[in-house]
Nanobody, 122 residues
Framework: QVQLVESGGGLVQAGGALRLSCAASGRTFSNYAMGWFRQAPGKEREFVATINWNSGRIYYADSVKGRFTISRDNAKNTVYLQMNSLKLEDTAVYYC???????????????WGQGTQVTVSS
């Protein structure tokens, strides 16, 4: 089992920045690819970014490319999502997830955190 706890969400004005963190415990963190997903009210959970075990493979959703950066620190068992130039449409609950591969499909991730709310205001 892997336990994931997100933090860093909050209320920010459009154009601002936030950094989300996801702390992992349980099995060896470096064995897993890590992903960030988000879910807005009334919408399905969607892919945001993913990173493989050694940061050699990183992928982003087109909607966040150039604004968000995913990174990980295996020594700290933590994955990060730096979010810059935030837009109203980035408002959602953000979830981190652990899986075997750095892929965009949520069903391929085995473990999920509880989520952290990000609200972007005008």
């Amino acid at each position: 089992q892997v336990q994931l706890v997100e933090s860093g969400g909050g209320l920010v004005q459009a154009g601002g920045a936030l950094r989300l963190s996801c702390a992992a415990s349980g099995r060896t963190f470096s064995n897993y690819a890590m992903g960030w997903f988000r879910q807005a009210p009334g919408k399905e959970r969607e892919f945001v970014a993913t990173i493989n075990w050694n940061s050699g493979r990183i992928y982003y959703a087109d909607s966040v490319k150039g604004r968000f950066t995913i990174s990980r620190d295996n020594a700290k068992n933590t994955v990060y999502l730096q979010m810059n130039s935030l837009k109203l449409e980035d408002t959602a609950v953000y979830y981190c997830a652990a899986g075997r591969w750095a892929v965009q499909t949520k069903n391929d991730y085995d473990y999920w955190g509880q989520g952290t709310q990000v609200t972007v205001s005008s």
